[in-house]
């Protein structure tokens, strides 16, 4: 991850804060993992911005590498020259992320020559980014030191914040099928999602089901994917020839994303491809998710969305569930299911099966290829979005729980999850018509997705706090 760097500094104020300010924030992101692009002492007074000039030199630096920045920090170590740093993001013209950071006073240095006023200068330079437009974060405390461990907490937490504002800026889906006729609640607006970078790719089952038909048994791409599921889940007891239609749906599927150029998918799962294949293509959603390709079923374009920024946030796969069941009479808890092509990145335990629910219908023999466990215990983010046609506008809502490992006795992938105040969140749920899909990630992001949801994206969105 790349940053650029914007240094404040007022004449009047010590200049020695900018030149040491300028190591200290250049220090903690190199330590961070994260490559800084900032004026060198040759370039302007200690590589700092003050001066109309030095904001040229600043904006052309980042200007050069806009295909490589992916978020701008402005560190001020004194009050800093508002003006200057409103006027170097506004000539650079990146739209990225940009987080304001500056730095403390110490009490016992508060002479002429060391006091930073960083404290009201940074309200300075907020209020000017206001004025321009330009939108910004702010660090956890008003003031916060490079060095010190809650800044490293804020720019960890900044860098996902861009990673989903960057990812979801420019995106492409690919829809697999149509929705399930019976299943209005996936229902979505492809033009507000294309308002906000976010395209979809159709392909209709047919073609998917005739590409596998054209594929040999033999076949190289056929045989690398059955290896590949054999050695991703226990398959005993499933049967070989299920397993190869398995594959051969999956090598089908993997080409036809690098063809289309798309990251992730929303397949009809049901049941189409159940009757006319004979599996259930669970397993090899569950695979794309586990390496960060997301699939969601029932064709829930907007349900991968969130699969998506979640994954953004954290690095980590995420997971389609329904909010499912009560859990007893406890009323911050509740069953989260699909039946299932969970990650196994979620799991405690997983092998393979049949879809008990669909087999009552097509039969067992042709709906093998579900993944069956218990989600493992730990912390839980979700996010829901959706579009809505009425306003026109893309809608979301996010939050933070807990998987837990409260006894549970049935089939699919589940967990038991804990949300506080989770009746006051099922209510909004109801009343703003939102799915009773929702997408989770085993990690506590919520707060990253929101702010690049409201701050850079544009998403109407809301935050279940706990």
Known sequence: MTMGVIVGNRGFFPDHLAKEGREEIIKALTNAGIEPLVLSPED??????????????CADLFRANRDRIDGVIVTLPNFGEERAIADTLRLAELNVPVLIQATPDSASKMSIKFRRDSFCGKMSACNNLSQ??????????????????????????????????RGLRKVRIGAIGARPAAFNTVRYSEKILEQHGISIETVDLSEILGRIHRMKDHDDAAQQKLAAIKGYVSTQGIPEDALLKMAKLGAVVDGWMKETEVVMSAVQCWTAIEEYFGVVPCTIMSMMSNDLLPAACE?????????????LASGTPSALLDWNNNYGDDPDKAVCFHCS???????????????????????????????????????????RVSTNDSTGKLRSYVGEGEFTSDPLDTFGGAGVVRISRLQ?????????GFEHHVAANLSSVAGMVHEAGTRYLGWDMAWHRN
């Open 299 to 311: 064709v829930d374009i907007c349900g991968v969305v969130g699969m998506y920024a979640l994954q």
């Open 132 to 165: 321009y437009g330009i939108s910004y974060s702010i660090t956890s405390l008003h003031t916060e030191a490079p060095d010190s461990d809650i800044f490293r907490k804020d720019l960890d937490w900044f860098a996902g914040v861009c990673r989903v504002t």
């Open 341 to 383: 092509n969970l990650p196994k990145h979620f799991f405690a335990d997983v092998r393979m099966d049949f879809q008990e629910i669909i087999a009552g219908t097509v039969g067992k023999a042709n709906t093998f290829g579900t993944c069956v466990g218990r989600v493992k215990a730990g912390p839980m983010s979700f996010c």
């Open 424 to 432: 006051e969140l099922l209510r909004s749920i109801c009343l703003n």
């Open 44 to 57: 302007s007074k200690y590589g700092a911005v003050e001066t109309r000039v030095e904001s040229r030199k």
